[in-house]
């Protein structure tokens, strides 16, 4: 079974940006070194705990500081930005680092209605209604032979993202709902159901994307996997302590509470939590893998088995404790650390 990686680059407690992106990038090598298939990076805008705000810079960092992994977008938020902007960023990083690059695209704008306003004055944004021809344009443009333009006064124009491309990275659509699975099995593309933040639906989106696929020029049969929040340490109960900063985190914005950078392990014990909030942990916990590294693996596996898939990408939502390096994720790497010991080394058939 692969395992992949879903990284927020996440900004806690004692952390700058700068601090937050070296610990992203120790997290990718380790990764890498470990024999994970693929490190995707997410986009947010405007959230004091997230820095990954730009895909493509943050990707032509970790694959320059990487030898073998993938990395890519999970996902670039196409509305945000012009199709032809995303396919030369791609383009050229895949020139640079052939056969790494994936482009996984969303629908969501990744923000709050504040900066999609601001995007939108500046000309940056676009009708969700346009992803799906986008979706298209970019797959056409990124292609060798490029795309033709037929002009108003009906001259054909070629149009590429990369004069001599050899080679074109990866594209897949990203979802959370039919909508996503049933656009992704119309244009032939690869999917990933977005379970770590949307765990409901899935398997009925995965159904609708396997039995609706149609055969492309990118892909002749349907290729997917999921993702999922993990945290593994060597206790169930070390892992809790660990995963507890962010599980407070998602409860204050699911309930609309100002939000700051990720608690670390100590600041996240002393807080207090509303009732409605402690709900709303106690029902992640149904979701998420929290757990020492037997029982992590076991449930991974049973999680791939679930949704018929060979590749599980993991979120690793672990903090960290006070008195550990600023630019270090430590408890993130030994999450993948653990879970690689046991899940890449197993022989059963």
């Known amino acids: 079974m692969k395992l992949s990686v879903l990284d927020l680059v996440p900004v806690r407690s004692r952390q700058s940006s700068a601090d937050a992106l070296a610990a992203s990038i120790d997290l990718a090598r380790v990764a890498d070194d470990l024999g994970y298939e693929r490190y995707w990076v997410a986009e947010h805008h405007n959230m004091p705990s997230v820095a990954s705000t730009n895909p493509a810079v943050i990707i032509g960092i970790l694959a320059a500081h990487t030898k073998r992994i993938r990395v890519g977008s999970g996902g670039v938020m196409l509305p945000n930005h012009a199709p032809l902007v995303v396919a030369e960023q791609f383009a050229l990083l895949e020139a ?29 944004t676009s009708d969700v209604n346009s992803f799906p021809n986008y979706v298209s344009d970019i797959a056409t443009l990124l292609s060798p032979d490029g795309a033709t333009v037929r002009l108003t006064s009906g001259t054909e124009y070629e149009l590429r993202a990369t004069p001599a491309a050899t080679s074109s990275p990866d594209m897949w659509l990203l979802g959370s709902s039919d909508y996503s699975a049933t656009l992704a099995a119309s244009l032939g593309l690869p999917y990933v159901f977005a379970h770590h933040f949307a765990g409901a639906g899935a398997e009925r989106a995965l159904e609708i994307y396997r039995s609706q696929f149609r055969a492309s020029h990118l892909l002749d049969a349907p290729r997917t996997f999921v993702t999922a929040n993990v945290v593994v340490a060597p206790t169930a109960s070390e892992a809790l302590a660990l995963a507890l900063p962010n599980l407070q985190h998602m409860a204050r914005l699911r309930t609309n509470e100002r939000l700051g950078r990720i608690a670390t392990v100590e600041e996240a014990q002393a807080t207090t939590m509303t009732a409605l909030q402690e709900e709303f942990i106690a029902a992640s916990l149904g979701s998420w893998i929290i757990d020492e590294p037997v029982a992590a693996a076991q449930r991974v596996r049973e999680f791939a088995r679930r949704f018929e898939v060979d590749e599980v990408m993991v979120s690793p939502g672990a903090s960290a404790f006070d008195a550990e390096p600023a630019d270090r994720t430590p408890a993130r790497s030994r999450t993948l650390r653990l879970l690689a010991e046991q899940i890449m080394t197993d022989t059963r058939p």
């Open 96 to 124: 640079a680092t052939p056969g790494r690059i994936d482009l996984g695209l969303g629908r969501a704008p990744g923000s709050d209605p504040v900066v999609t306003a601001v995007l939108n004055r500046s000309g940056a």
